[in-house]
DNA sequence: GGCTGTAAGTATACAACGTACATATCAGAC
DNA sequence: GTCTGATATGTACGTTGTATACTTACAGCC
């Protein structure tokens, strides 16, 4: 689809595998196996040469794709952002300026954006975390048309750029905070059936921690699609009309 | 605390020098060597030898005190959490109840946090990481201090449970969400004059990302602690008043 | 003093990792 | 066929985390 698609040989009649033993690299099929193999095995076991075995493949094939291990964590990014822009499906300003939905939109993009990193737990920590070190020009096209897109949602909320910006940044704070807090382990021993145990409240003593062992065990009985969709208002609400009294 | 001046007792050769005894090693004395290192040279340069060599110490000197890479890590956000706790000062709860301003406490904790952030810029990775993986009840104190302090102060609005740990969870979202994304690189190549090009503006074709390409330059400007508070804010009244008709 | 048990730090060693560099293999244009 | 560039392999090296075994420092007792 972007400018690096694979080679489409298949205009021939003959279509014969371009390989007989393996199909060849594509950085999106190295991008996709990295996410898989960290979804099953975790983030700790995506190491060049286990990649590369999932690929039938030596490990230094990969450096083709990605310069390094570094730039395969973004590429992971990457492939995040693009599942989510994938997951928006499309674009649904279609015709002509469908001029009011832009909220709904909003709360669809923060949707999927959970979703999908439902999808991949363990990329998440990538997620937040790699954007820290690379300049917005650098980020990967998926992640800045995904930016581009909420931008061009907020703006038809008719605000000047500044709150515009104040909003864009509230947005993506909240969807990736909430993101966190959510996805934080509660349970300790998930195999113990009693409550107490199976959280390890034993460890929290009620004379240092009474209410955190107290709400403890409610903490992770709530609606999280609820619940982010609520706070994403609040915080629409609460900061669209400011005081442009600065 | 016990600080030393420490030697390295490089001279050999069978001499006893009288004072070249060594402050002996300490946790917080290892933990806080290592916030030191990540803040000066990043977190890539955190491996036991650096961290070693910094203390004047053989590396398996450091297991007796994190039992391995991962338990420093989550040491370091001990470390964190505790510089945030001290930073909150006297519990100001003081004398019996004074009921109504726990919404400036709750300001004050969402501030701190963000100020210990911009001390420690590259130890924000870990902090907003490790709690992924690290279930509750293993948490470091210092962390869990500050929960517990945070519902301490929400139990004063007087809410039921389940609008208690809504607000717990949104108060913890929000402040994390709002530190990772203002603390996200926009800058490229700062020795640039022109800011276009310190952007690296260049990179984002018109065509493609016309309002990124146009608010970007706006993106840094802003007041990170009023933003905070503001959403801060927003969320306390937006989701306050939740209709339990779940 | 000297002896001794325990804690603190050292010394050595090793498997696994990322990756530089040189080589082999293959698809298509001539 | 041969040539040529892109693609994948093979080998090798320096670093990393850490297991294991050893040495030193010191407290308490005689």
């Not at 590369?52 to 973004?74: C, F, H, I, N, W």
């Not at 990329?123 to 992640?143: H, I, Q």
């Not at 993506?172 to 349970?187: E, F, I, M």
């Amino acid at each position: 689809m972007d400018r690096e698609g694979e080679r489409s040989s298949a205009a021939r009649g003959g279509e014969r595998a371009p390989s007989p033993r393996r199909a060849r690299l594509t950085r999106s099929r190295v991008l996709d196996a990295a996410v898989a193999l960290v979804d099953r095995d975790g983030l700790a076991a995506l190491t060049m040469r286990n990649l590369a075995t999932d690929l039938g493949v030596e490990p230094m094939a990969l450096y083709r794709y990605a310069s390094g291990k570094q730039a395969l964590l973004d590429g992971m990014v990457e492939a995040f952002c693009a599942e989510v822009y994938e997951g928006l499906g499309p674009p649904a300003e279609g015709a002509g300026g469908t001029g009011r939905d832009w909220r709904a939109e909003l709360h669809r993009v923060a949707e999927v954006f959970h979703a999908v990193a439902d999808a991949h737990p363990q990329v998440v920590p990538l997620v937040v975390t790699r954007p820290l070190d690379v300049p917005l020009a650098r980020r990967p096209p998926a992640m800045l048309r995904l930016n581009e897109h909420v931008l061009a949602l907020l703006d038809r909320a008719g605000l000047d750029d500044h709150a515009t910006l104040r909003l864009y940044r509230a947005v993506g704070g909240w969807v990736l905070g909430y993101l966190l807090v959510d996805r934080r382990q509660v349970v300790d021993n998930p195999d113990e059936p009693e409550p107490l145990l199976r959280l390890g409240l034993h460890r929290l003593p009620i004379s240092e921690y009474p209410r955190l062992r107290a709400l403890a065990r409610l903490l992770a009985d709530h609606d999280p699609a609820e619940e982010l969709a609520a706070g994403l208002d609040a915080l629409l609400d609460g900061l669209g009309d400011h005081r442009t009294d600065d």
